[in-house]
Every structure is written in C-alpha cells, then in structure tokens.
C-alpha cells in the first residue's frame, strides 16, 4: 500500500484529478514563487510562536515541537505537521499554519483531522482538539476533532486511493471555476 501525503486531502478536496496528476500520470511540477514564499513566512511564524507564551492556545504551561514528521502504516498516511503542543499534563494539539483567511475552509479542517489522528497513533493519546493558524489575520482557531470528521478523512483516504491505483484520468471536475487557478491547466484538455 502506497503511503499517501496528508497535503493529498487538500488537493482531492480542491480537484481529485489533482491526484491523478501526481500518482498515476506525473507531469512536471513547477515550484511558484508563493510556495518559496509560504516556506519562508513558516519559519518567521516558527519565531514568533518561540518567543511566546501558550495562552492563546488555551495552555499554562507546556512545549512546543516543529515540523513534526508523522506517519501511520496503518491509515497509510504521512505528513509535517507545522507545530504540536504538549502540554504539562501530556495533552497533545496539532498546530498547522495556513494562508487562508477563511476560517470555513474544510479541507483546513480535514487536514488538521488528519494530523491528530497520526499523532494519537504516533503518542498513543487521545487528540480531541487542534489550532489553525491563519496566517494572513495571524488568527488561531480551534477545531474540535470529531467522530464524524474522523470518519470522513478515512473515507477521502479510500477514494484518493482508488485515484492513485486506477489507470483513468477521474471525469468528475469539482468546480470548472477552480481550473482558472489550476497549475495543472495545461494538462486538463477537456477543461478549456
Ligand atoms: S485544471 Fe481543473 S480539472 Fe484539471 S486538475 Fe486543475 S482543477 Fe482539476
């Protein structure tokens, strides 16, 4: 079983023939200069967040970790998570920065699901609450990790699953509004 990256969530969510494009049919990637970007404002982030306390995170006292690589041979699954929080009592948050301003966008939310299922896994923990970090609006908001939303990543996990080992290019276009934005335009013929 291939180990699929938590970022495929947020790409199968946007378009699933994204996933096509990067398992079945690779075509060449260019770096855009608002991912150099995104890489460097991470690490200011990372600076800020060093030199200050965890209340807003709604923690007294605890510890925070970067770049947090996490994997699972169960869920199949692997990812950086931007930051974990433990707290005094051994309670685990995931942080992941985003550069949204929306605070509804689900694949955030799905995305952050994601990460504290891997580190139950990783901590053997229970996750019941994690943080996104907007960093346009330099917001946290907290997410609470549900049943539901649990339920939902594994199912998203399937069906990327079934993109990446089917030889077909996936006919179902989310939203042709989304192509306008696509670094995959190129090769979506049928997208105009
Ligand atoms: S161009 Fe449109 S259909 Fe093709 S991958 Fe991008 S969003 Fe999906």
């Known amino acids: 079983m291939i180990s699929l990256r938590v970022s495929d969530l947020k790409q199968y969510i946007y378009c699933p023939r994204i996933l096509y494009y990067y398992y079945v049919l690779p075509v060449p990637r260019r770096v855009t200069r608002k991912m150099e970007y995104g890489k460097i404002e991470?690490?200011?982030?990372?600076?800020?967040?060093?030199?200050?306390?965890?209340?807003?995170?709604?923690?007294?006292?605890?510890?925070?970790?970067?770049?947090?690589?996490?994997?699972?041979?169960?869920?199949?699954?692997?990812?950086?998570?931007?930051?974990?929080?433990?707290?005094?009592?051994g309670d685990i948050y995931p942080v992941d920065f985003k550069h949204s301003l929306r605070k509804k966008d689900l694949h955030q939310k799905y995305q952050l699901t994601a990460y504290a299922m891997l580190l139950e896994e990783a901590f053997l923990r229970p996750?019941?609450?994690?943080?996104?970090?907007?960093?346009?609006?330099?917001?946290?908001?907290?997410?609470?990790?549900?049943?539901?939303?649990?339920?939902?990543?594994?199912?998203?996990?399937?069906?990327?699953?079934?993109?990446?080992?089917?030889e077909k290019m996936p006919g179902y276009i989310r939203s042709a509004r989304r192509c306008v934005d696509c670094e995959f335009r190129n090769y979506c013929a049928d997208v105009g």
């Open 42 to 89: 991470h690490v200011e982030i990372q600076q800020q967040e060093k030199r200050r306390g965890l209340k807003p995170y709604g923690v007294l006292e605890g510890k925070r970790d970067f770049q947090v690589y996490l994997s699972s041979s169960r869920l199949g699954l692997h990812g950086v998570l931007d930051m974990m929080i433990t707290s005094a009592n």
């Open 127 to 166: 996750v019941r609450f994690g943080f996104l970090y907007l960093i346009p609006a330099k917001a946290i908001v907290p997410v609470e990790i549900t049943t539901s939303m649990r339920e939902h990543v594994k199912k998203v996990i399937s069906a990327i699953r079934k993109v990446a080992t089917a």
